[in-house]
């Protein structure tokens, strides 16, 4: 598709509500809404820019709360067709925020804890939002197959968004992920195809296929719809406010993959405090990376402005982005909120998964042991405020990572089936 500049009030033809144009993230130039990715001109990333509801903020939240409990009832601030939610679709959102109060005892937290566990997915985990809207930009634009690069949870969430929405998926994996992500990748019936290599082999592999032939009528979310796609994880900071009661937290802790997830969360404050509906304060916003994929965190730590690649080598393979896009940018939040960047190793990560299950009954996949690990970490040192109002995000299930936890977690014991048995292990008075 040609790329077209636009006028800075020119409205494209294409209907996804709100949305009005792309945006470069580097310059400032505007494009008409498409299938677009990188700016003509400087080739900095693309955004959607919107031309946001007017009206009270009362009123405003009103309509959103009356609104479906998923993701569409923020459709008059996502880049989808006011109908969106009549639509087949995976209906993904508006997910469960634990007040974690026996995590914050262990942790020594006194100004409240929560964990936004998005697990509780269609496919479990927070991939389904960014796909549920990377669809319907791929029916405004009359792709009929829906592709993508993935660590895992964005393949599973792909195949079952387009099987809802009958469109054929083929995505693209590295070749050695946990058993459980492929299975529930290919559970759905599209082509899932393992590529030799790790993802950032993936994603230049699916970066030749979108400008071949063989890739025309494709839509890969995370790369011609990726600013579409990005949109969605702007769902987990409106739920997060209005779940606080229209608040914003004054902490809150990321994981980072390709550090889309963090820029859109921030991305999300702002747009609800130009909106008026929540009170503008200052917030801080910090990243969490695995020790053996953490260039963001290098970065950071090194006051450095530029990521240097690195070669993943981590249990945390949905966070296994050695090269990410987003990276700059996570690196301004970081130091413009006042927050930071930071990692833990895989014993670590280990560790977290099972604090977290063992306080709060929440099973989270690696990155959220990276994340909680990463919160423990920067509480110990003093970073972050145990004060303040903290989230901490779990954005998957930890039965797709079992091999994580499966050698430190098994059967207390194994007794024969009577009392003097269970009396003999040790087990009657624990």
């Not at 994996?173 to 529930?184: A, F, N, S, T, Y």
């Not at 998964?353 to 990276?370: D, P, Q, S, Y």
């Amino acid at each position: 598709m040609a790329v077209q500049t636009i006028a800075e009030n020119t409205t494209s033809s294409v209907d996804l509500g709100p949305a009005a144009a792309l945006s470069c993230r580097e310059c400032g130039e505007r494009f008409e809404l498409g299938p677009l990715f990188a700016c003509a001109s400087c080739f900095g990333p693309l955004e959607v820019a919107y031309d946001l509801p007017a009206g009270s903020p009362e009123e405003l939240r009103k309509r959103i709360e009356a609104g479906p409990n998923n993701i569409w009832r923020y459709a008059p601030l996502l880049p989808v067709p006011a109908d969106v939610a009549e639509k087949p679709n995976i209906n993904p959102g508006f997910t469960k925020l634990v007040k974690a109060d026996n995590l914050a005892r262990e942790l020594g937290v006194t100004g409240g804890l929560y964990v936004k566990d998005d697990s509780g997915n269609p496919t479990h985990s927070f991939k389904d939002r960014v796909v549920a809207i990377a669809v319907e930009a791929a029916r405004a634009f009359g792709f009929t197959t829906l592709s993508c690069s993935s660590t895992g949870n964005l393949a599973g969430a792909v195949g079952a968004a387009a099987a809802r929405a009958g469109l054929r998926s083929c995505v693209f994996i590295p070749h050695d992920l946990e058993q459980g992500k492929v299975v529930m990748a290919a559970v759905y019936g599209g082509e899932l195809v393992g590529i030799e290599g790790n993802y950032d082999d993936v994603n230049r592999f699916c970066s030749e296929l979108i400008g071949d032939p063989l890739g025309e009528g494709w839509g890969f979310v995370n790369v011609n719809l990726r600013p579409y796609y990005g949109e969605g994880s702007k769902t987990l900071a409106y739920e997060i406010c209005e779940q606080l009661g229209w608040k914003l937290p004054d902490q809150i802790v990321i994981p980072i993959a390709s550090g889309s997830q963090l820029t859109k969360i921030d991305k999300g404050f702002q747009e609800l405090i130009k909106l008026g509906l929540v009170e503008e304060k200052p917030y801080k916003i910090f990243g969490a990376q695995a020790e053996g994929c953490s260039p963001v965190s290098a970065a950071f730590k090194a006051g450095h402005d530029v990521v240097r690649p690195q070669k993943p080598n981590t249990i945390a393979k949905s966070l296994a982005i050695g090269n990410p896009a987003d990276g700059p940018y996570v690196l301004d939040i970081a130091r413009r909120t006042g927050g930071a960047v930071d990692d833990v190793n895989d014993e670590q990560v280990v560790d977290a998964i099972k604090l977290l299950a063992r306080t709060e009954g929440i099973f989270g996949e690696t990155a959220g042991g990276v994340t909680l690990g990463v919160t423990k970490k920067l509480i110990e040192a003093g970073v972050i405020d145990p004060t303040l109002t903290t989230v901490v995000l779990n954005t998957g299930d930890g039965l797709k990572t079992l091999d994580a936890v499966s050698a430190t977690s098994q059967a207390t014991a194994t007794i024969k089936p009577s009392l003097d048995a269970f009396r003999a292990a040790g087990l009657a008075s624990a």
